[in-house]
Every structure is written in structure tokens, then in C-alpha cells.
């Protein structure tokens, strides 16, 4: 069983910064590609970022490019999301997913394995 779990959520103020871990156990997804999502309270969830399996292509959401940025260690088996400049908009549970192959993907229902979400809160 694969199971990946985030770490790295708290509270900040706005324009400050965290970085998101997701460790990976039960096998190694080096042949994964790698996607953060979220979810704000009473909104749906939605795609922030994704990487692909050698970390050479990224894509993310609008509203957060040049603010975050996804990478990951193979070695490791994690993948981090940098968080700068978050705003208040920012709040939300954040998602870490894997898809199996190499292939980039954006979709949440293109994804194969979820971990259980850690808590951001950007306050004003």
C-alpha cells in the first residue's frame, strides 16, 4: 500500500512564507508524477501544482505562479511545494497526489494515491 503524508502546514500572515513536505512510504515513485491540490472551506478542491517524474516540467494554477514552486527528491521519495507571498486567499487544506508514469497530469481524478491533506492559514 502506498501512502503519502504531508507535513509543513501552519499559520502565517500574509506575505510570509511555508514549505510543504510529502513523504512517500510503501514503494518508491520515482516513476510518478507529483501534484498538489487544495481545498478552502465551502469551496471545491482545485489543482495548485504538479511535477513530473524528473522534476525537468512543472505546471501550475494561475493565482500562484511565481509565488510557488514544486520540486521533489527522487532519493528522498518526497516532493515539496515552496509557498511565498501567501495571501489570505491561500487558506485551505492542502493535498499531496501521486499518478503513476512519467507523464504530467492536472486533473484530480487523473491521480492515483492521496495523502490526508495538512492546513494552511494566511492571515490578514
Known amino acids: 500500500q502506498v501512502q503519502l503524508v504531508e507535513s509543513g502546514g501552519g499559520l502565517v500572515q500574509s506575505g510570509g512564507s511555508l514549505r510543504l513536505s510529502c513523504a512517500a512510504s510503501?514503494?518508491?515513485?520515482?516513476?510518478?508524477?507529483m501534484d498538489w491540490f487544495r481545498q478552502a472551506p465551502g469551496k471545491e478542491r482545485e489543482f495548485v501544482a504538479a511535477?513530473?517524474?524528473?522534476?525537468?516540467?512543472?505546471s501550475y494554477t494561475a493565482s500562484v505562479k511565481g509565488r510557488f514552486t514544486i520540486s521533489r527528491d527522487n532519493a528522498k521519495n518526497t516532493v515539496y511545494l515552496q509557498m511565498n507571498g501567501l495571501k489570505p486567499e491561500d487558506t485551505a487544506v492542502y493535498y499531496c497526489?501521486?499518478?503513476?508514469?512519467?507523464?504530467?497530469?492536472?486533473?484530480?481524478?487523473?491521480?492515483?494515491?492521496w495523502g490526508k491533506g495538512t492546513l494552511v492559514t494566511v492571515s490578514s
Open positions: 497526489a501521486a499518478k503513476e508514469g512519467r507523464t504530467i497530469a492536472t486533473k484530480d481524478y487523473r491521480m492515483d494515491y
Open positions: 511535477i513530473n517524474w524528473s522534476g525537468g516540467t512543472t
Open positions: 510503501g514503494r518508491t515513485l520515482s516513476n510518478c508524477a
